[in-house]
């Protein structure tokens, strides 16, 4: 077995965590799915170990359809399914 230290096998960069990837989209448009199915977009402010998430300027899809609007969210940990990177700019107003 490999030990790591040459990266063998990988793309031939470092090794990233979950951690790392949670660490890197702070300030950025995520996508937060539910466990129930809803899907909240916006800028992640912060999270904690726990899941934990602090949104700004969150948006709440059901179904694929807007449903509301918040300035700043919380979303408790247990009931996130994932948390993607968002593939289009979040728009103001429209």
Do not use: H, W
Not at 7 to 14: D, E, K, N
């Amino acid at each position: 077995m490999s030990t790591g230290g040459g990266g063998g096998g990988g793309g031939g960069g470092p090794v990233k965590t979950p951690s790392d990837f949670l660490k890197s989209i702070r300030g950025r448009p995520v996508v937060v799915k539910l466990n129930s199915g809803v899907d909240y977009r916006g800028i992640l402010a912060c999270l904690d170990g726990y899941m934990n998430i602090a949104m700004e300027q969150t948006e709440e899809y059901v179904n694929g359809q807007l449903k509301n609007k918040y300035g700043d969210a919380f979303i408790r940990g247990n009931n996130v399914l994932y948390i993607s990177t968002s593939k289009r700019a979040l728009t103001d107003g429209a």
